[in-house]
T-cell receptor
């Protein structure tokens, strides 16, 4: 069974540009999550999809971030326009169940550098 | 307030020694999970301990949970250089996981 995959693995962009990150969850996992780790700090929750619906987007930092999951399969996270403080590692995770603690399987992350 | 605070923030040991990392949390939990992140790689789930469990083993890993003190520990026995990584505890709230800042473990060969 393939794990969670993320693309790209690294992205370097200039302040003001747009970047789109992609996550492919494990097949059959209805729950998809985005997290990020900024400047070596703690990993913070961004949002949670159940199929194509946003279940919880309370962790999204501001309206420069837009997440979609059309069709309930893969998800994209777009940052537009990117700012310096957006640099960090963006992780995607998926889980089969949504029961407040089912194991979440994480992807390798996308390292975003905004210069 | 922050859930899942680990200590120490950094730990450096020699290969073969044991490594102990601690985690404290603030609210009630159903379970507590430990993850590892190797440099440049994703998060790997290590072990999940439920609130009604006090201790759990998985290979060279031993996790304890003390719900009265709202704390957990992760013990790695007979450490190897490949264990060098950041270790995080995480607690679920609703469907999200809340992570601490992690412990950076360095195992010197």
């Amino acid at each position: 069974e393939a794990g969670v995959t993320q693309f790209p693995s690294h992205s370097v962009i200039e302040k003001g540009q747009t970047v789109t990150l992609r996550c492919d969850p494990i097949s059959g996992h209805d729950n998809l999550y985005w997290y990020r780790r900024v400047m070596g700090k703690e990993i913070k929750f961004l949002l949670h999809f159940v199929k194509e619906s946003k279940q919880d987007e309370s962790g999204m930092p501001n309206n420069r971030f837009l997440a979609e999951r059309t069709g309930g399969t893969y998800s994209t996270l777009k940052v537009q326009p990117a700012e310096l403080e957006d640099s960090g590692v963006y992780f995607c995770a998926s889980s089969r169940l949504n029961m407040g603690g089912d194991e979440q399987y994480f992807g390798p992350g996308t390292r975003l550098t905004v210069t | 307030s922050q859930q899942g605070e680990e200590d120490p923030q950094a730990l450096s040991i020699q290969e073969g020694e044991n490594a102990t990392m601690n985690c404290s949390y603030k609210t009630s939990i159903n379970n507590l999970q430990w993850y590892r992140q190797n440099s440049g790689r994703g998060l790997v789930h290590l072990i999940l301990i439920r609130s009604n469990e006090r201790e759990k083993h998985s290979g060279r890993l031993r996790v304890t949970l003390d719900t009265s003190k709202k704390s957990s520990s992760l013990l790695i026995t007979a450490s190897r250089a490949a264990d060098t990584a950041s270790y995080f505890c995480a607690t679920p709230k609703h469907s999200r996981l809340t992570f601490g800042e992690g412990t950076q473990l360095t195992v010197n060969p």
